[in-house]
């Protein structure tokens, strides 16, 4: 298996503009979930599916952040307009059953914001 | 390519006894950073603790400790007079600290105190 994998690895963008991060979780995996990783606040959880449907998105910061997953093997997560502050890693995982479950995380997408 | 390795999917431990859960890496990289999270059924992740390669002295916080053996590449965490709340999931991270500050991480350990 491929594993989780994330797509861009790396993305620079000018504050304002729409910012669009991929994910596709391992095969099979029911649960989905994004994280941010800051140095000032360390490692948030962002949102998190159950079988396509988002079950607590109380972690997504403001209006600007949405995210959707429209099939069992896809999800991505945009910021609609990008401000500085949104630098971070941006970081997906899966499971299977969810809590308690090994969790399989993707590489990350380092998201900059100029 | 960095890469972090649970081998014990699953423990468990009678409250207020000692666990240690395991944790290797492989890395080429000779500065870098260790931590353990915890994930609780909120699936939020809390740093229980952090340990810089460059110190020889394990990191220690209250109950947790860890076993940092830089040779070895491994990186265990010790809970002593273990909780019922001390029960989670419980995941091994690695960063590297020389530009590409990301995490690695492990794919966990589901830790169960028995009452």
């Known amino acids: 298996d491929a594993g989780v994998i994330q797509s861009p690895r790396h993305e620079v963008t000018e504050m304002g503009q729409e910012v669009t991060l991929r994910c596709k979780p391992i095969?099979?995996?029911?649960?989905l979930f994004w994280y941010r990783q800051t140095m000032m606040r360390g490692l948030e959880l962002l949102i998190y599916?159950?079988?396509?449907?988002?079950?607590?998105d109380s972690g997504m910061p403001e209006d600007r952040f949405s995210a959707k997953m429209p099939n069992a093997s896809f999800s991505t997560l945009k910021i609609q307009p990008s401000e500085p502050r949104d630098s971070a890693v941006y970081f997906c995982?899966?499971?299977?059953?969810?809590?308690?479950?090994?969790?399989?995380f993707g590489n990350g997408t380092r998201l900059t914001v100029t | 390519a960095q890469t972090v390795t649970q081998s014990q999917p699953e423990m468990s431990v009678q409250e207020a006894e000692t666990v240690t859960l395991s944790c290797t890496y492989d890395?080429?990289?000779?500065?870098?950073?260790l931590f353990w999270y915890k994930q609780p059924p909120s699936r939020q992740m809390i740093l229980v603790i952090r340990?810089?390669?460059?110190?020889?002295q394990n990191a220690t916080e209250n109950r947790f400790s860890v076993n940092f053996q830089k040779a070895a590449k491994s990186f265990s965490l010790k809970i002593s007079d273990s909780q019922l709340g001390d029960t989670a999931m419980y995941f091994c991270?690695?960063?590297?600290?020389?530009?590409?500050?990301?995490?690695?991480f492990g794919t966990g350990t589901r830790l169960t105190i028995i009452p």
């Open positions: 995982a899966s499971s299977l059953r969810g809590l308690n479950s090994p969790l399989h």
């Open positions: 095969s099979g995996h029911d649960y």
């Open positions: 599916f159950n079988n396509n449907v988002p079950i607590d």
């Open positions: 890395t080429s990289e000779s500065n870098y950073y």
């Open positions: 340990q810089e390669a460059y110190k020889q």
């Open positions: 991270a690695f960063m590297t600290n020389f530009g590409n500050e990301k995490l690695t």
